[in-house]
């Protein structure tokens, strides 16, 4: 709270709800460790193999064998890596019962990271904690009926500084399924079908720092970024990492927006994303 005394500003030492909130920021989750990890615990259905979570194809599905019950997935890598995310493709998490836990191995010991649990089919889960640095990690999934996953990214996320800018289209809000209306001869309606379309989030961010020797920096993230797109991978985006809102898809590769300078130390970042919330 803030009081005014004569022309001199008083700040409480409480912070409000409001300030807070500015803490909050972006996330983008290309980057994944699984397609060079040694990978087990996984107990798959024949028909639904794991591979299918690593070929960024979210029409594919992994499923473990149980219809119920537990697994848990371990990740292995040959060396220390930065860990800061993990992203999972679900077209069923809610029916199924989906809940779980991802936990990192750190110098002796299992240390859980996050918890999540799913709260709509066909609705994504995205989890990010400060940075550790490891090479193992694994994830629990516990289900009370048949699970289906297309995609599991786990890695380090490209950190954005804050929220995007005004005109942000959150996913969960921007259906752009489409209906086509059918008439008879004399223009009386008959019926109408949706086609199905999914969702698509449209974000800005004006004046992120272009400083090639931070890690987070446009001149280190968008080279790589651009090059995940043009091999036609879809990302995660997580837009304000104090909520439960993400995003799971392609950006077009053949109109994906360069990246800009708005001056000699910052530029623009524009991320479309079609596919689901």
């Not at 550790?132 to 009926?145: G, K, Y």
């Not at 992120?208 to 001149?219: P, W």
């Not at 053949?254 to 530029?267: A, E």
């Amino acid at each position: 709270m803030t009081t005014v005394v004569g022309n001199v500003f008083v700040l409480s030492s409480t912070p409000s709800v409001a300030a807070g909130n500015d803490c909050a920021f972006s996330i983008v989750g290309y980057k994944s460790l699984l397609p060079i990890s040694a990978i087990t615990g996984f107990n798959q259905d024949g028909d639904y193999p794991f591979s299918n979570c690593l070929d960024y194809a979210d029409n594919t599905k992994y499923s473990p064998s149980p219809s119920s019950g537990s697994v848990t997935i371990t990740f292995s890598q040959s060396g220390l890596s930065e860990v800061d995310y993990f992203g999972i493709g679900i077209h069923n998490g809610f029916s199924a019962g989906l809940t779980g836990k991802f936990e990192v191995f750190t110098g002796g010991s299992w240390v859980e990271v996050a918890t999540f649990a799913a709260y709509e089919d066909n609705r994504t889960i995205c989890e990010y904690w400060d940075a550790v640095t490891c090479s193992q990690q694994r994830l629990t999934l516990t289900f009370t009926s048949k699970l289906y996953i297309s995609c599991i990214y786990v890695g380090k996320a490209w950190v954005l500084p804050r929220l995007p800018d005004v005109g942000f289209a959150p996913a969960h809000l921007n259906n752009i399924d489409q209906v086509e209306s059918f008439f008879s001869d004399n223009g009386q309606f008959i019926i109408g079908r949706r086609i199905n379309k999914g969702y698509e989030t449209e974000a800005a961010f004006k004046f992120l720092r272009l400083n090639s020797n931070a890690a987070d920096s446009l001149e280190q993230q968008w080279p790589q970024y651009q090059d995940h797109v043009k091999n036609c991978r879809p990302v995660f985006f997580k837009w304000d990492t104090s909520k439960n809102q993400n995003a799971f898809g392609l950006q077009d590769p053949n109109n994906m927006q360069q990246m800009r300078y708005d001056s000699s130390l910052y530029g623009t970042l524009n991320i479309k994303l079609k596919g689901r919330a």
